[in-house]
């Protein structure tokens, strides 16, 4: 059997380093021969043991995606003066994914006319984190918290009920894009199915239960080729995972909407674009491709046929965001149906103007006054659809909802946010 020092020291031979074994032999000995050091020795083992449990724990209790960054006396009043309400009737929104592109903006529509908000945030970085640290600083000089926490953090989002009734939930946070869902499909699952599932949980055992506004997607109109999409067309072939994610969404929320009388509202927002927007998304990547004079790559449908989005401005978004919330009705709870039962609706919110990528590109080099470096490709069958234009006048009827910014006016605010930005000195584009 092999002595300890030939284990410390397996290939040394040589005089120097046996007698250097023989002598930490012997400090072992004294080193377990006093009494008091035998203690700290136990002590330290206690220790040990003592933070390998609560590791285990932590791991136990599926927390790999939670940072307990919250909590305290001080963070509990926060929230409420974050929540407090600024005018009469006002509301208080809990708004999921506010350090989010639509989530930022809506919540700061909200905070401007006097209603309370609190933000919510887990600050994935499915795309620069930085981006949705600075929209939480804009948001935080408003007077508005972001809680950086997930959804499916079950003891969070109690914690966050107990400490305001909420009236309305503006559930916004998401795992959003088409193509990512190859790479990494499960985040999909845990954000859109598992999170809203957990939030749905909470808000049917809150009290009083808030109506809930969310974010569906165009993109369950899928396969869908009559034009234009209007809800009442069938969506029941999705064209991608995320799209599919989104669907089950609206069944799902309509299971609590029946069962337990939740108020509820999905929005199927058509590309949305604007200041602090998503750089995964089309018109920002060319903004920073074209910069930076890197080639683009525009993508064609069958038969050559140019891709057209109803590209949705921003400000278009947070009105019909605010239109839903205003008229989101009342969660009734599940013995609710004697007062008639609580509202399940689906809008769509675009623009009804859809324009051809490549006019897309035209505009961009216009703002930017450069010239884009183009490749033209086939669309590989990863999850886009072709076309899509929104019929809106089921909101229009709701909420009056009326788009009124078109892609020429939208893109001019979004280039100029933009540069400012990412530091360009106008000078050097123009
Ligand atoms: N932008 C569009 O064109 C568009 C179109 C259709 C639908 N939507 C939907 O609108 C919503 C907002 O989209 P966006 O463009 O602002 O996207 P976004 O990615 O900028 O915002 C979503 C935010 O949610 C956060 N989030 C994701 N998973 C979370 C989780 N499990 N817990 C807590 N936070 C989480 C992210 O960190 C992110 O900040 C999403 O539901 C999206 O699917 C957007
Ligand atoms: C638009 O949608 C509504 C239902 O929301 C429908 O009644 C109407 O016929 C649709 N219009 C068109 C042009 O498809």
């Known amino acids: 059997m092999p002595s300890l020092e030939d284990e410390l020291f397996p290939s040394t031979p040589g005089k120097f380093k046996i007698d250097r074994g023989h002598n930490i032999n012997r400090q072992f000995h004294r080193c377990f021969a006093s009494t ?17 449990l609560s590791f285990q724990s932590f791991v136990d209790s599926g927390n790999r995606y939670f940072t307990a960054s919250w909590g305290g006396i001080q963070w509990e009043k926060q929230i409420r003066n974050s929540a407090k309400t600024n005018r009469p009737g006002g509301m ?19 905070k401007k006319r006097g209603d309370g908000v609190v933000g919510l945030d887990n600050f994935n970085n499915y795309y620069d984190p930085s981006l949705k640290k600075a929209r939480q600083s804009l948001l935080h000089s408003q007077a508005i918290l972001v809680v950086e926490g997930d959804l499916n953090d079950v003891k969070l989002m109690a914690k966050l009920f107990d400490l305001v009734a909420f009236t309305q939930v503006m559930h916004l946070a998401a795992q959003a894009g088409v193509r990512y869902a190859m790479e990494n499909p499960s985040s999909y699952v845990h954000s859109n199915i598992a999170g809203l599932v957990t939030l749905l949980e909470t808000c049917k055992s809150a009290n009083p239960q808030p109506a809930i506004v969310w974010a569906s997607s165009s993109s369950v109109y899928g396969l869908n080729d009559k034009v234009p999409f209007s809800e009442l067309d069938r969506t029941d072939q999705p064209a991608s995972l995320y799209a599919a994610t989104k669907k089950a969404g609206e069944e799902i929320t309509h ?38 004079g890197k080639t683009i790559t525009i993508y064609r449908g069958k038969n050559k046929a140019d891709l057209a989005r109803d590209f949705t401005y921003i400000d278009d978004i947070v009105k019909g965001c605010l239109g839903s919330l205003d008229t ?5 709870g599940s013995g609710g149906k004697k007062r008639g039962p609580a509202p399940y ?13 490549p006019t897309l590109v035209n505009i961009l080099e ?18 886009d659809v072709p076309y899509t234009h929104a019929n809106i006048s ?37």
């Not at 700290?40 to 220790?47: G, K, P, R, S, Y």
């Not at 929005?267 to 930076?292: E, H």
């Not at 989101?328 to 009734?332: A, D, E, K, L, Q």
């Not at 089921?394 to 009326?402: D, Q, S, V």
């Open 36 to 52: 008091s050091t035998m203690f700290i020795w136990a002590l330290f083992l206690i220790a040990l043991t003592a933070s390998y």
């Open 92 to 110: 208080s929104v809990l708004v999921t994914g506010a350090a989010g592109f639509i989530g930022s903006h809506v919540s700061l529509a909200l």
């Open 255 to 292: 299971t609590y909407n029946h069962i337990y009388g939740l108020a509820i509202t999905g929005l199927r927002f058509f590309t949305v674009y604007g200041p602090w927007g998503r750089p995964d998304m089309a018109y920002f990547s060319f903004t920073r491709n074209i910069l930076q």
């Open 328 to 332: 989101s009705g009342r969660s009734t």
């Open 345 to 357: 609706r689906n809008f769509n919110l675009g623009n009804t103007t859809p324009v051809k990528v």
């Open 366 to 383: 216009k703002h930017l006054r450069v010239k884009a470096k183009r490749k033209i490709m086939e669309m590989p069958g990863n999850g």
């Open 394 to 430: 089921l909101a229009r009827r709701e909420f009056g909802y009326k788009p009124t910014t078109d892609l020429q006016t939208g893109l001019k605010k979004f280039v100029r946010w933009y540069l400012s930005y990412y530091g360009y000195n106008r000078k050097d584009v123009w």
